[in-house]
């Protein structure tokens, strides 16, 4: 995809993203990033088709960097997070995603 619509898709998941967390949870998070706290993060994507491997971790790309622009990681590298992707078949398009501390 071209570098706009990955920007547009970045910024969409950045949205959601934000309005979904809470105040309380999202200044937490945010200090655990500052102070350089390695994080776990979890996603699972839902849909009625599977992905193979590099697919499916690159539909993920996004979601990481929105987390990052948020400040809720310090970064993606493993430094900072133990990234765990996976998926499931549904019905129901979605995404499920876990950030906590390590």
């Known amino acids: ?51 193979d491997r590099d697919n499916l971790w690159g539909a993920c790309k996004p979601v990481i960097d929105a987390i990052g622009n948020l400040k809720l990681i310090r970064n993606d590298s493993e430094e900072y997070i133990d990234l765990t992707v996976a998926q499931e078949k549904s019905h129901e ?9 390590a």
């Open 1 to 51: 995809m071209n570098c706009h619509v990955y920007k547009d898709l970045r910024n969409a998941w950045q949205h959601t993203i934000y309005a979904l967390i809470t105040y309380d949870d999202r200044r937490w998070l945010e200090a655990l990033a500052l102070q350089g706290h390695k994080m776990n993060l979890d996603i699972c994507v839902e849909h009625m088709r599977m992905f």
């Open 93 to 101: 398009n979605c995404t499920r995603i876990r950030l906590a501390r």
